[in-house]
C-alpha cells in the first residue's frame, strides 16, 4: 500500500479564495488522505478521500450526503480559472485543448467544458464547467519490494516490464520510483545507476512544469514532456542513449512498434498499462503481439485492494508466478 506523503497546500493558491477558506478549514486528518477535489458549475464541491468521494459543507466538513453542501458557482469556477492558467487563457491554449494542465508540485488539474472545433478536431475549451485537481504524492521506496523481482543483477539492467493496473491503483506512482531508484542506483544490491529516457505524454511521470521536473527522478533522467509515446520512445533512443525507456500507459499501434525497435537495440523497456486482469490485458488488441513474443520478462498486477500500490502479483514471461 502506497504511503501518503505529500497533502492539499500546493493546490490552494490555485483555488477561487471561497474555496480556498473552506479547504483550508478541512481537519488535518482528513488533508493527508485527499486524492482529489472536484469543482462542478452549480454543483456540490466534493472530495475523493481513501477512495471514497465527500461533499464538503461551507465549514469544511466532510459528508456523503448532498445536503448541505457547498455549491460551487459561476465566478469561483472563473476566478480559478484564471489562477490556474495565470490570467491568460489563450497562452494555455495547448493544454485547455489536451484537457488538463500541470501545477507546480506535479499536481494536474482536469476540466471540461464547451469544445471548440476547427477543421472538425478539437481546438481548445471554452466555458469551462468542472475542474478536477489530482493531488500528487511522491511516495519514495514505493517500488523497493519490486527491485528483487526486476533488476537482472547478472547483466545489471531492468528486465522488460509491464506494470499492470486499473486506473487510479498506484502504476504511475510505482513506475516514477523505479525510474528514481535506476536513476541514483542502489548500491546496497551493487546495482550501478542507468540513463534513463521518459516519455511522459500525459504530463503526470515527471510532471515538469517549465521544463523541470516535479518528482525526483534522480540525476539521470532525460524527459521528453507531451510528446505521444511512439514519437518519444524513437527520439530518445535515436538522440539521447538511453539504457533505459521508460513510459506510461502504452496500447497504440505505434508504441508496440517502437517498443520492438528498442528491444532489439538492447534497451529496456519499463511501461504501464491499463487492465486489473490477465484477461483484460490480453484483450488490448495491439498488446498481444508484444504478450505472445514474450517481450515483457516481468509483468507486476497492481490494485486499490488495501490501498493504491497493492502488489497483486508478480509474472515472468512464460507467465510463471515469482509473487502471487
Known amino acids: 500500500m502506497l504511503q501518503l506523503t505529500r497533502g492539499l497546500s500546493e493546490i490552494l493558491p490555485f483555488l477561487a479564495p471561497s474555496l480556498r477558506d473552506i479547504l483550508g478549514k478541512v481537519a488535518s486528518t482528513v488533508v493527508d488522505g485527499l486524492e482529489e477535489v472536484r469543482l462542478r458549475l452549480s454543483r456540490p464541491l ?3 478521500w481513501r477512495q471514497n ?12 450526503l448532498i445536503s448541505g453542501a457547498y455549491i460551487v458557482s459561476r465566478e469561483e469556477i ?19 485543448r489536451q484537457g488538463f494542465l500541470t501545477l507546480p508540485g506535479g499536481h494536474r488539474v482536469g476540466f471540461t467544458g464547451r469544445a471548440v472545433l476547427e477543421r472538425g478536431q478539437l481546438k481548445t475549451l471554452r466555458d ?13 521506496g514505493a517500488s523497493r519490494p519490486l527491485l528483487p523481482y526486476v533488476l537482472n543483477l547478472r547483466n545489471l539492467r531492468p528486465y522488460h516490464t509491464l506494470i499492470v493496473s486499473p486506473p487510479c491503483a498506484g502504476k504511475t506512482t510505482m513506475l516514477r520510483d523505479l525510474v528514481r531508484f535506476l536513476s541514483y542506483g542502489i548500491p546496497e544490491l551493487h546495482f ?6 521518459v516519455v511522459d505524454e500525459r504530463c503526470e511521470l515527471a510532471a515538469c512544469c517549465d521544463g523541470i521536473p516535479q518528482h525526483d527522478l534522480g540525476p539521470r533522467v532525460d524527459v ?3 510528446c505521444p509515446k511512439d514519437v518519444g520512445m524513437l527520439m530518445l533512443l535515436r538522440s539521447m542513449a538511453p539504457q533505459v525507456i521508460a513510459t506510461d500507459e502504452i496500447g497504440r499501434a505505434g508504441d508496440v512498434t517502437a517498443i520492438w525497435e528498442m528491444v532489439n537495440t538492447g534497451v529496456s523497456i519499463i511501461a504501464t498499462v491499463h487492465a486489473s486482469s490477465w484477461e483484460q ?16 520478462q516481468r509483468y507486476i498486477f497492481l490494485s486499490r485492494r488495501k490501498g493504491p500500490g497493492t502488489i497483486e ?12
Open 281 to 296: 490485458l490480453e484483450e488490448r488488441p495491439h498488446l498481444q503481439e508484444l504478450i505472445k513474443s514474450r517481450v515483457f
Open 78 to 96: 472563473q476566478k480559478t480559472v484564471q489562477l490556474i492558467s495565470q490570467g491568460s487563457i489563450y497562452a494555455f491554449e495547448e493544454e485547455f
Open 46 to 48: 466534493s472530495v475523493r
Open 313 to 324: 502479483g508478480v509474472w515472468n514471461e512464460h507467465r510463471e508466478p515469482l509473487v502471487c
Open 192 to 197: 550501478p545507476a542507468l540513463t534513463v529516457g
Open 53 to 64: 468521494e465527500f461533499f464538503l459543507d461551507i465549514k469544511g466538513e466532510l459528508s456523503p
Open 128 to 140: 469551462i464547467s468542472s475542474l478536477n485537481f489530482r493531488i500528487a504524492r511522491a511516495v519514495p
Open 224 to 226: 521528453l514532456d507531451h
